[in-house]
């Protein structure tokens, strides 16, 4: 295996005077040891102070401009860490750090990195080249930071050499998230592109199309501006013009850019939004010398600096017009305050900027609070000189709060959640090692270990009730609801109409289309015993033409109203086949109508001939009279069934059934017709309902006829059958729901079709094939009789005691002669009753009865 030395020199200074560094460890911003250690990334110092106008040796100069808000930042790192170091999260580990400052130049950063890489234990500061560093012990095992994009691409693809674990606070570069190229980064803040798309939602809801865009020439600017674009132009908002600032205070020519970026601005006097992707020491110029030229716009913050106070600080920064920002989550900061109130108590041995910060803050005693971050930032741009411990405790105890001021709680929790999933890794793995052993693990194994498993697809990260959002856990995407995605914070909904999705589902599923299909086992069960009906229908129809001339087929109306009847039989059969199949709306409309219609004249069939017996065989003068003025067959038939058109004309023209897809279950789409009106489908059943209950009332009241020829006795049963079948079809049809709706009216249609077609046609057929000796005239004419003579004798007989009951009134009242007058005139309508029965079945009475006979009758 091939081995490669890199000797790291390191030439520089201390934070307070401007000589070079003799050591590698004079270059270390702060340390602690421990037996894990962690490095740390921070830009303490806005810029590196050049020798001369370009460089000319390999050599690392001072660094000026102290950033009170990214030393708080340092502070947030290795109070967390001592967070942990105190709890019982690593029992018997200690955590310590290496944090540098990398003065907001990428080169400095990949000094630092270096550092990270070198071999540990060596007595040398050496980084080995090799082919597998599965087994190779750098320095540290993790890196915080750092925090600018620019800055963290550059490290990160030297740790990506190692797989080192790079947790970024602040990077939000969409480029990082990109697996491929960083494979060992990770961050606790969002991407670029949540950021810009939530700018553009922002702007395009407030009716703002035309913008400005200030960016800074690096990674961060140039990608952010490109993924903002992008956002702004699918939400019709138009960019007016891109100033790119150079991203470096070092550079000579920022001054000269951010004059001719206002320049610009004054120019587009119609643009009065402007996006800034700018770090905050551009924003501070830039609104410095905007106030200046009174320029007042709309200013829509990045993260970088929407809440640093370093901005909010500014003298007359209100004159420069509104500012909308946005900015991280934030968390507890309570703990990490009291840390601050009590800072002058913490060791300064190994932390260079604490102790440059207590000198600015020595240095700048005399200036009030309002002014002190002004004067410890020209300050930190000269050398400062050695004051007495005394003054520093002292002046760190009258400016407590002064750190607390400039905490920007965005940033800062980041850093904590950072360094809490760090130590959750390392917990993972000490688990089964002994890590006060700093060999017991490599850096890349941390990679696979995090604080919660990964959530697969079909799951979605629940936060527990801790307060970092590494810590979860994962639980099933309900119904409806899927994942595609590992780690995704929450399900999405699946559209309700058209997909469905299990538990736990990683897609969502197109709805299946469900009807009563023909090949359904119940559809072709029931088409089954619709076929079986018409054919018995048709079996009827041919036993009845073959014996046109008997007594039974002439008692039923004759052959044309048993056609009628049967074709209608026919017809409701039949039209049970328009409810299976794919639901169109010719099948919709037509089912019931072809239904209501054809059952409605078979009822009013039946009615004339519950009529007509009840007219042959009635003996109340009253009744027979009242029975022969409303017995009229064609009339009444013809305004039965044509009022049921009536009604299904109407219901068609103004409210027609129609196809409809029910989407409310779950996981399939029911196609159905939709009845259009519930009040005309009532009104069409209702009626049949009355004209069916009317046929069973004069059924029912000549029940008690002849044996051969009692029809009307099951008239009654039919009509019986066919209001059991359809009372208890209406809590059925109206709690049923699904593909089977259908078949429920079906099997309602059958039964009372199958009700009324067996006791109106199956007793006469048993007749006519079975007793041959019954459907004869001779033997029809002398049931007759003998019913007659019954009848006969039963009112005579009722007479006769009428007349012994009232005898005591007869001398004041003759009755018996108007008696005898009833009774004759009873016997005569019987004889008229015979006759009409004689004169249907065209019968000749001479040849069979005695005409005495028939005159004693």
Known sequence: MALLIIPITCFGSTLVTSQPCQTPDDFVAATSPGHIMIGGLFAIHEKMLPSEDYPRRPEIQKCVGFEISIFLQTLAMIHSIEMINNSTLLSGVKLGYEIYDTCTEVTVAMAATLRFLSKRNCSREIVEFKCDYSSYMPRVKAVIGAGYSEITMAVSRMLNLQLMPQVSYESTAE????????PSFLRTVPSDFYQTKAMAHLIQKSGWNW??????????????????????AANNVCIAFKEVLPAFLSDDTIEIRINETLEKIIAEAQVNVIVVFLRQFHVFNLFTKAIEKNINKIWI???????????????????????????????????????????????????????????????????????LSQCISSRSRGTLAYTANKDIERNFSLRNDFLWDYTEPGPVHSIQLAVLALGYAIRDLCQARDCQNPNAFQPWEQIRSKCSKECSPGQMKKTTRSQHICCYECVDCPENHYSNQTDMDHCLLCNNETHWAPVRSTRCFEKEVEYLNWNDSLAILLLALSLLGIILVLAIGIIFTRNLNTPIVKSSGGLLVCYVILLCHVLNFASTGFFIGEPQDFTCKTRQTVFGVSFTLCISCILMKSLKILLAFSFDPKLQNFLKCLYKPIPIIFTCTGIQVVICTIWLIFAAPAVEENVSLPRVIILECEEGSVLAFGTMLGYIAILAFICFIFAFKGRKLPEHYNEAKFITFGMLIYFIAWI???????????????????????????GILCCTFFPKCYIILCKQEANTKSAFLKMIYSYSSHTASSLAISHVSLDSTNSSITTTNPSSSGKSAAWQESKDLQAQAFAHICRENAISVPKILPRKRISSI
């Open 728 to 754: 208890t079809f209406i809590p059925i049809y109206a709690t049923t729901f699904g593909k089977y709706l259908p078949a429920v009216e079906i099997i309602v249609i059958l039964i009372s079709n199958y």
């Open 301 to 371: 913050a990045s993260d970088n600096w929407s809440m640093a106070t370093k901005i909010t600080t500014i003298p007359n920064v209100k004159r420069i017009g509104k500012v909308v920002g946005f900015t991280f989550r934030r968390g507890n900061m309570s703990s990490f305050h009291s840390f601050l109130q009590n800072l002058h108590m913490f060791p300064r041995d190994n932390n260079k900027p604490l102790n440059e910060y207590a000198m600015l803050l020595s240095a700048c005693a005399h200036v009030k609070d309002s002014d």
């Open 175 to 182: 480029i990082l998230s990109d697996k491929i190229r960083f």
């Open 211 to 232: 913008i400005g865009i200030i960016a800074t020439d690096d990674d961060y600017g140039r990608l952010a501006l490109n993924t903002f674009a992008v956002q702004t």
